[in-house]
């Protein structure tokens, strides 16, 4: 089975400050099934990334070096093309039209949704998306 990963859960694998749960049990997930997330992930990282450098979290040397161990992750990365469900999700949920692609994709693939972001969390609850 295939679950979908949000940029709050990957950050989390790489970030030395942070201590997740809802992380690990994702990380022990890709060791035996298929992780999946829209395209924008990679964008949501970097920036994560470039705020955690700048806040003296990491330096700017580590950026890179986790973006390659991330580059090596079996971890599928979908265009968010389903402009129509992303719109209506985000509608619905009162989400922003980038938490409603990673929901759009979690229902695309019956797969559930793995994340820190509590209202993204409740939306994909709602939608039966739930990270168990």
């Keep these: ?14 970030l030395p400050d942070e201590d997740s749960a809802v ?20 964008h949501e990282l970097r920036n ?3 705020s955690a450098e700048r806040r003296k979290r990491i ?4 950026i890179f070096a986790i973006l390659m161990r991330f580059s090596s992750l079996p971890l599928t990365l979908s265009p ?3 402009h129509v469900s992303i719109i209506r999700l985000a509608q619905k949920h009162a989400l922003s039209a980038y938490d409603a692609a990673y ?4 229902i695309a693939h019956n797969a559930p949704l793995a994340t820190h972001d509590r209202k993204l969390a409740a939306a994909a609850k709602m939608e039966s998306m739930a990270f168990v």
């Design 1 to 14: 089975m295939a679950f979908v990963v949000d940029a709050s859960v990957v950050a989390a694998w790489f």
């Design 23 to 42: 992380a690990d049990e994702a990380l022990a997930r890709l060791k035996t099934q298929d992780a999946l997330a829209p395209d924008l992930l990679l």
């Design 48 to 50: 994560i990334l470039l």
């Design 59 to 62: 330096s700017a040397d580590d």
């Design 80 to 82: 968010s093309t389903d």
């Design 103 to 106: 929901l759009s994709l979690a």
